[in-house]
């Protein structure tokens, strides 16, 4: 069991460059997140899906896009990438039909953007 | 809105005492709390949480203490190790079971 797993680890992307993290995780769960966390905060949600084809808005959506195509990928794509946008990135799953569901994490993808 | 903070940024703790890590929160209404650790370079990792309609969680050297009088709760970490460094994080689910994060405590054990 593998949990939750991301890549790449680490990037660094030009602006106005576009890229794609992967997260992929094996423990059949319907619940997928994306989240970034900024230096000395907090986790912010991105975007989330609550299962394979559905997707939905997080607290920070713009300059994101998601897709859940296959119900253990959870792809975040960044079309034209800029500063505001370096952070580290997580992924996290859950079975999400219950309040206790816990959220598993992947271990992260450090993103730069000069 | 809804929002959950901690007192603290940084809390240095001598090897072998208990460390207490507090947070408070803003929405009466929220029914489950989470506590996570996140080690340097890894994603959080779940420690213990608590639901409204108690007052008092226990695992293994953790302990949760929720008071909904001052909306507040707390992690004491019983016997603390040099394992224990990290950022811990306090989260409260929110709508559609988002999770809600406060900033973060670093913990520091001094030897």
């Known amino acids: 069991n593998a949990g939750v797993t991301q890549t790449p680890k680490f990037r660094v992307l030009k602006t106005g460059q576009s890229m794609t993290l992967l997260c992929a995780q094996d423990m059949n769960h319907e619940y997928m997140y994306w989240y970034r966390q900024d230096p000395g905060m907090g986790l912010r949600l991105i975007h989330y899906s609550v299962g394979e084809g559905t997707t939905a808005k997080g607290e920070v959506p713009d300059g994101y896009n998601v897709s859940r195509l296959k119900k253990q990928n959870f792809l975040l794509g960044l079309e034209s990438a800029a500063p505001s946008q370096t952070s580290v990135y997580f992924c996290?799953?859950?079975?999400?039909?219950?309040?206790?569901?816990?959220?598993?994490f992947g271990p992260g993808t450090r993103l730069t953007v000069l | 809105g809804e929002s959950v903070g901690l007192h603290l940024p940084t809390l240095s703790v001598q090897e072998g005492d208990n460390s207490i890590i507090n947070c408070a929160y803003s929405n009466s209404a929220s029914d489950y709390f989470i506590w996570y650790k996140q080690e340097s370079g890894k994603g959080p990792q779940f420690i213990i949480d608590?639901?409204?309609n108690m007052d008092k969680r226990q695992g293994q050297r953790v302990t949760v203490l929720l008071n909904k009088t001052v909306k507040h709760l707390s992690l004491q970490i019983a016997a603390t190790q040099p394992g224990d460094s990290a950022v811990y994080f306090c989260a409260e689910k929110g709508s559609n079971y988002q999770l809600i994060w406060g900033a973060g405590t670093k913990l520091i054990i001094k030897p």
């Open positions: 996290a799953s859950s079975y999400g039909r219950e309040i206790t569901d816990t959220q598993y």
């Open positions: 608590i639901r409204s």
